[in-house]
Structure formats: structure tokens, C-alpha cells
Nanobody, 115 residues
Framework: QVQLVESGGGLVQPGGSLRLSCVGS????????GGWYRQAPGSQRELVAS???????IYGDSVKGRFTVSRDNAKTTVYLQMNSLKPEDTGVYYC?????????WGQGTQVTVSS
């Protein structure tokens, strides 16, 4: 059973920054891609960013140029650096290992962007 534990969410003003972390069990990120998805109330879960085993990164159109996904050298933790946050970035952010069709999800961390 893969465990993914997110941290770093919270309340931030528009234009501010947050850094999310996701620690995976069993070195999962050495054998699976790591990703971040988010879900706003009344909306479907959407891809925010993903880092493949090769190191290639993929971003949702709405966060390109503002968010950065990365992984530590030991491949135990995936990060999401979020800059220039907007109110529409508000939602629950979920860590994922292996892509949206996998069963490997964290419990989610709330990010609220509001003045």
C-alpha cells in the first residue's frame, strides 16, 4: 500500500507563494511519476504539474510560468513551488504517484488564495 503525505497548504494572499511537499513511501517516486492535481468546489480534479521518471515536467496551462514541480535526489519527495498565486488557484491539492489512472493518491491539502 503506497502512502503519500502532503504538507504545506494554507491561506495566502493573492500574489503570494506556497510550497507543497509530498513524501512517498517505499521510494515510490523512483519507479513512478510524481504529480499534483487540484480540485475546486464544483469542479473536476485537474492536473497541475507532473514530473516524469526522466525528469521531464508537465504543467497545466493555467499554472505555466508560475508553478514549479521538482523532486529530491533521493526520489522520496515531490515538491510544488507556487508563486504569483491567484484566487482561482484555490482548491484541494492532491499528490499522485503513477498518473491519474493509478490508485496512489494523498489525502489532499487545502490551498486558499484570498485577501
Amino acid at each position: 500500500q503506497v502512502q503519500l503525505v502532503e504538507s504545506g497548504g494554507g491561506l495566502v494572499q493573492p500574489g503570494g507563494s506556497l510550497r507543497l511537499s509530498c513524501v512517498g513511501s517505499g521510494n515510490i517516486f523512483s519507479i513512478r511519476s510524481g504529480g499534483w492535481y487540484r480540485q475546486a468546489p464544483g469542479s473536476q480534479r485537474e492536473l497541475v504539474a507532473s514530473i516524469l521518471l526522466s525528469g521531464t515536467t508537465i504543467y497545466g496551462d493555467s499554472v505555466k510560468g508560475r508553478f514549479t514541480v521538482s523532486r529530491d535526489n533521493a526520489k522520496t519527495t515531490v515538491y510544488l513551488q507556487m508563486n504569483s498565486l491567484k484566487p482561482e488557484d484555490t482548491g484541494v491539492y492532491y499528490c499522485n504517484a503513477g498518473g491519474s489512472q493509478s490508485a496512489n493518491w494523498g489525502q489532499g491539502t487545502q490551498v486558499t488564495v484570498s485577501s
